[in-house]
Each structure stands twice: as C-alpha cells, then as structure tokens.
C-alpha cells in the first residue's frame, strides 16, 4: 500500500546486500539499515520499478547521507538498488559515512554524479570528484580526481581519470569508467507539489 502525507516525501527500499568480514570496517551497522529517500517530489514506474526524485535530494542508509538535485533509483529483480544522485550548477552532489572505530571520523565527498550500487556496496563519485576522511576537527587522506570508487565497508577507495592527490608519490592513472547522467524514464504515476512537499514509503522485498 502506498501512502501520501503532506510535508516531506520518504521511501523506505528493503535491501538485500551480500557482505564480506574484512579489517578497517564502515560503521557496522549501516548493512542493517533500510534506505530512505526524501524529496520534493518523485515520479515512479510500477512496471520498471524505476523512481524519479527531484528537489532537496537526501538518501541514507544508517550513517550513509547522499545529497543532491535528482535521484534516480532502480530496483533490479533481485531487489537491490542502484542509486544515481546528480547535483546542479550551484552545487555538487554530496557524500559522507561516519567510519567505524573509537575515534568519530567520517569519509565525506563530492562530485557531479554520484553512484551507489547496493548489490556490492560500492560508491562512485565522478565529475569535479574528491573525497576526504576527517574528524570533528581537521581533515587528512584527500584524494582529488574525475572519477573515484569507494567500497562502503572497506572504506578503501581509488581514484579513476587521477586529477591530483596530495602525497609524494600519487597512483598512476587509471581507465576511466563510462559512467553517464541518469535519464528520466517515463513515469506512471507522478507526485509532485509546488509549495508543499509529499509523503510516499515504499517497502520493495526481493
């Protein structure tokens, strides 16, 4: 059942993710939480399972926040999610997980496009991309290129098409990805609201 409310908009996607027990882990609880959206308005396809969000863009999952103008999420028949955030010409999509540890750090990004593939929990970020891990406090560990990846649990992350990274001895540059802007499928159903936001939850189970 789809249910609408006035104010601000959520959808909650049921995930089914796969993961790996390595060291240096992301907030460990973040694989457990469902992924929701919010926004000023979306436009869905029933059939295609492919959802259109517009406005205010903001996903999390757990301590996961993407920021951004447009979102558009697909569902794949498996029930994971790939996610694709763009920004606009103010501001650039945005990106940022709190690590797991005994410090409160935090990995944060940008980029014009940003990409999260539930299946492999893999981010990437491309477009004017960088990324740095930082505290409260002070920032260290910035990598500046075109297109980075980062895995999520691992916290390991790669620059692609290598701009600048700040060490004496940067990688060597890598084949870029093609990556390119989602598209807008035509939608079926569409809500949108001028003034005031809409409410839609959504739970999508595999």
Not at 106 to 118: D, H, K, Q, R, S
Request: hydrophobic share 35%; with cysteine.
């Amino acid at each position: 059942m789809v249910l609408f409310k006035k104010h601000f908009l959520v959808l909650v996607l049921a995930t089914n993710c796969a993961f790996i027990s390595l060291p240096s882990l992301a907030l460990k609880s973040d694989k457990e939480q469902a992924t929701k959206l919010s926004s000023d308005a979306a436009d869905f396809n029933d059939v295609s399972q492919e959802y259109i969000l517009t406005g205010n863009v903001k996903i999390n999952k757990g301590s996961m926040l993407v920021q951004g103008d447009k979102a558009v999420i697909v569902v794949d028949p498996e029930g994971y999610q790939k996610i694709s955030v763009i920004g606009n010409s103010k501001e650039l999509a945005q990106f940022t997980q709190q690590l797991d540890g005994p410090k409160i750090e935090f990995i944060y990004g940008e980029g014009e496009l940003i990409i999260y593939e539930a299946k492999t929990d893999m981010l990437l970020i491309s477009g004017q991309a960088y990324t740095l891990r930082k505290n409260l406090s002070t920032w260290k560990d910035k990598l500046v290129a075109e297109k980075i990846e980062y895995d999520l649990y691992t916290e390991k992350y790669v620059a692609l098409s290598l701009l600048k990274v700040p060490s004496e001895n940067p990688p060597s540059k890598k084949e870029s990805l093609g990556v390119t802007p989602p598209t807008s499928p035509k939608p079926v159903k569409s809500v949108m609201s001028s003034k005031n936001q809409v409410s839609l939850e959504l739970k999508n189970t595999p």
